[in-house]
């Protein structure tokens, strides 16, 4: 299994994975010539795309989704609730391409298996995936204000996670949003301090997990030198070993390969 973030951030987000030959993306939240760019650096063909997952509807995940399914004819994989909420922003999605996720795992192309869980986060509906090829198990919780027992059950046994690191509080508290937005932020309904993020990893640790990507950083409350030095203090205290990368703001990530538990 191949994956690589197209990017993160309020500018936009999209996650791109591969197996087998089938190729999908988690939210598309840039335009269309954008993700198609963005995917040719990676050597990706947008139209060998084959379904495209939506977190939920904020415009930093949808922006390009509607354009990219019209254009190339990719199914889109999205709850009802939000749907409702976008469906003036996607604009017309031909039936035969708009499939609504419950609450219940299904499977892509007969290789991805895909385990959806809600999050809190300040959205219709929000999602978390957990997605598994065979032995190989990888999860994206991108916009989360809190990490509840639900979810952390979903997020055991992974070999890679891809989480955010949005914000430093203190940092935070001194910018110049005004107090209601900063309020949003550091609640349970927006999105995970750096300090947060990395009590995670300390909480659900194991000795397969391969790498850890920490993404989603705000460009006005967070820098990459202090996520870096949080994660790694909160590591070294809890004598975690674990690979990290820090995906600065509006930054792509190589194409990492996932090797699973069993292959070393």
């Not at 299904?106 to 995936?129: E, K, Q, S």
């Not at 932020?185 to 300390?202: E, M, R, T």
Request: with cysteine.
């Amino acid at each position: 299994m191949k994956v690589a973030i197209l990017g993160s951030g309020s500018s936009g987000n999209s996650i791109f994975i591969e197996s087998n030959n089938h190729k999908i993306l988690i939210d598309a939240g840039f335009s269309g010539k954008k993700l198609k760019d963005k995917l040719n650096n990676i050597n990706v063909d947008i139209s060998k795309v084959n379904a495209l997952l939506i977190t939920h509807e904020h415009s930093d995940h949808i922006l390009g989704a509607g354009i990219i399914s019209r254009k190339y004819n990719i199914p889109i994989y999205i709850t009802r609730e939000s749907y409702e909420s976008s469906k003036d922003k996607l604009g017309k999605i031909e039936n035969s391409l708009l499939n609504f996720i419950s609450d219940k795992n299904f499977n892509l192309f007969n290789t991805f298996n895909i385990y959806p869980f809600d999050v809190m986060h300040d959205a219709t509906r929000t999602l978390g995936y957990r997605i598994e090829v065979e032995n190989k198990k990888i999860g994206i919780i991108t916009d989360i204000g809190y990490v509840d027992n639900y979810s952390k059950n979903f997020l055991k046994n992974l070999n890679l996670l891809i989480i955010e690191a949005n914000y430093d509080y203190d940092m935070l508290m001194q910018n110049d949003y005004p107090w209601q937005l900063k309020s949003r932020v550091k609640s349970n309904n927006g999105h995970l301090s750096n300090d947060d993020a990395a009590k995670l990893i300390c909480d659900i640790y194991h000795k397969n997990i391969e790498k850890v990507y920490f993404v989603h950083m705000s460009k006005d409350s967070n820098t990459y030198d202090l996520a870096y030095t949080t994660i790694s203090s909160k590591f070294n205290e809890n004598n975690i070993n674990v690979d990290f990368k820090i995906i600065n703001y509006g930054e792509n990530s190589e194409i990492y390969y996932v090797k699973g538990e069993n292959n070393g």
